[in-house]
């Protein structure tokens, strides 16, 4: 696609469910990056993928989150058993190879709202 | 660990009115430095960025000038224009972390016609 696709783009859930976010990143960009922002607050590096390699999760804020990737293709953030403090918007960015780091490609993110 | 600080918005100007956003920063290291933009209904795409102490960043009339004596990274635009209302974003790359981007909080730009 011509940019970094999220799904949902909102999301209402009732604390104590699961939650899947789906990121559709740029045709053929190897990194692929998880972000959120909480109210008030910047943005929170979560996970980072890059091709083949071990994902560097050292920013998830605890076991309820994981995220996959599979290859150079879409990658989903699950977060179980969601609490109210998870309420955000969850951006995720895409990276070409051998570009610049910090020449990220956003998506427009997805905003969790947990009741 | 490094971190970002930016001013607080939101900040509302009229057309062709003089922009500074404040930016400093904390970090380990000799970081880069970064402004993204987020435009409304758009994801944050890089605005400009400057990579060593004294540079100049600059990009669509927005200036940045990288300030190590103060720790400082403060965007301007001499002259903004309703287009220019989005959301500003400073953000720092250091060190043995050289994929993964400090941001600061953001900082919501209005102008009116």
């Known amino acids: 696609g011509a940019g970094v696709s999220q799904s949902p783009s909102n999301k209402v859930t009732e604390k104590g469910k699961d939650v899947e976010l789906r990121c559709d990143p740029i045709s053929g960009h190897t990194a692929l990056y998880w972000y959120r922002q909480r109210l008030g607050q910047g943005l929170e590096f979560l996970i980072y993928f890059q091709g083949n390699s071990a994902p560097d999760k050292s920013g998830l804020p605890s076991d309820r989150f994981s995220a996959e990737r599979t290859g150079e293709s879409v990658s989903t953030l699950t977060i179980q058993r969601t609490q109210q403090e998870d309420s955000a918007v969850y951006l995720c960015?895409?990276?070409?190879?051998?570009?610049?780091?910090?020449?990220?490609?956003f998506g427009s993110g997805t905003q969790l709202s947990v009741l | 660990g490094n971190s970002v600080t930016q001013m607080e918005g939101p900040v509302t100007l009229s057309e062709e009115a003089f922009l500074t956003i404040n930016c400093t920063y904390t970090a380990t290291g000799y970081p880069s430095l970064f402004w993204y933009v987020q435009y409304p209904g758009e994801g944050l795409q890089l605005l400009l960025k400057a990579t060593k102490a004294d540079d100049k960043g600059s990009n669509k009339g927005f200036e940045a000038t990288y300030r190590k004596e103060t720790t400082s990274f403060h965007l301007e635009k001499g002259s903004v224009q309703v287009s220019d209302s989005a959301v500003y974003f400073c953000a720092l790359m250091s060190g043995g972390s050289n994929y993964k981007l400090t941001f600061g909080k953001g900082t919501l730009l209005t102008v009116n016609p």
């Open positions: 960015a895409s990276k070409a190879s051998g570009s610049s780091n910090e020449k990220l490609f």
